[in-house]
């Protein structure tokens, strides 16, 4: 008689649960073959083995039931190669998403430890890299509440035109309002891109000198910090250049209270 095995030993041969294997049963996708006569007990043979290995394959490699079920009732050596093909570039853009993701908290990680270390200070530093910022025009005086709606329109441009972002936002400030002392009066809201797009309001921002500092506490209140800064750059032996940026570092996805929000601010310099 051939070798049967129940549900229990089959699960624990293929390192899976019973309720997996209930469960792929009552779906249609892999089922007991043999049922004893006698008892009306069901039982799974040794050849399916090789069967179950092949569709725990097909799930590692992210297919739906369906799509197992499918592909099963179906298979030949095209579709298989079709299947694979398929999966692997899926794979393929998983691990890019993956790397990109990875980037991302790289570059968190610096910007908090470099908050831990230069909080309280203003400091000159230079930028090796150019970064790209799409932008999108603040409206009326310029205040929170244009500033979130700017944001808004700015990441809703972004995903329709399928742009390659960070999810890093801010604020850019120009060098008449500061020298008018208008130091919440936002003209562009701005979000920083992978790589430079075709679009008129995609900037870049050089690499040079910049003066860096940060403030604690809530958005309304960061053009204080952002005076100072202008200040210390007046005291040094350098000149402010064009604009002002404010990059958000900590917000309500990770403080509690907007007394804890961190802004990075940095002023060109030459």
Same mark, same amino acid.
């Given at each position: 008689? $051939? ?9 624990? #041969?293929?390192n899976?649960?019973?309720?997996? &294997? ?6 249609? *996708?892999?089922s ?11 039982? +799974?043979?040794?050849?399916? %083995? ?7 394959? %097909? ?12 592909f ?8 298989? &190669?079709?299947?694979?093909? @398929? ?7 998983r691990?890019?998403?993956? =790397? ?12 908090? @430890? ?10 000159? #530093? ?11 025009? *603040? ?5 929170? #509440? ?7 329109r700015l ?9 390659? +972002?960070?999810?890093q936002?801010? $604020?850019? +400030? ?8 208008? =130091? ?6 701005? %979000?920083?891109?992978?790589?430079? *797009?075709? /679009? ?9 000198? +910049? $003066?860096r500092g ?7 209140e ?7 800064? =202008?200040?210390? *750059?007046?005291?040094s032996?350098y000149?402010?250049?064009?604009? $002002?940026?404010?990059?958000?570092? %900590?917000?309500? &996805? ?5 007394? /804890? ?10």
């Open positions: 008689m $051939a070798t049967l095995f129940t549900v229990g030993e089959m699960a624990k #041969l293929s899976i649960s019973k309720q997996t &294997l209930i469960f792929y049963d009552r779906k249609g *996708v892999f007991p073959n043999y049922v004893d006569s006698d008892n009306g007990y069901r039982y +799974y043979s040794a050849d399916q %083995l090789e069967l179950l290995d092949n569709i725990l394959i %097909l799930k590692e490699m992210g297919l739906s039931l369906e799509e197992i079920k499918s099963m009732e179906n298979r030949s050596v095209e579709l298989a &190669l079709s299947l694979m093909r @398929e999966q692997k570039q899926k794979m393929e853009q691990m890019e998403r993956i =790397w990109k993701l990875q980037k991302k908290l790289d570059d968190k990680i610096e910007v908090l @430890e470099a908050f831990r270390k230069d909080e309280k200070r203003i400091v000159f #530093l230079e930028k090796t890299e150019p970064e790209y910022l799409l932008l999108e025009s *603040v409206d009326g005086c310029g205040d929170l #509440l244009q500033q979130d709606l700017a944001q808004k990441l809703r441009r972004a995903k329709r035109e399928n742009y390659p +972002y960070y999810y936002i801010g $604020a850019m +400030y120009s060098r008449e309002s500061m020298d008018a002392g208008n =130091w919440h009066q936002a003209s562009f809201m701005f %979000l920083l891109l992978e790589k430079p *797009v075709k /679009d008129p309001l995609c900037m870049e921002k050089p690499p040079g000198l +910049y $003066a940060y403030h604690t506490g809530p958005y309304q960061s053009g204080n910090t952002c005076r100072k800064v =202008w200040e210390a *750059v007046g005291k032996d000149r402010p250049g064009k604009y $002002a940026l404010e990059y958000c570092i %900590l917000d309500s &996805l990770t403080s509690r209270s907007s007394k /804890d929000y961190v802004t990075e601010i940095q002023i060109p310099v030459v």
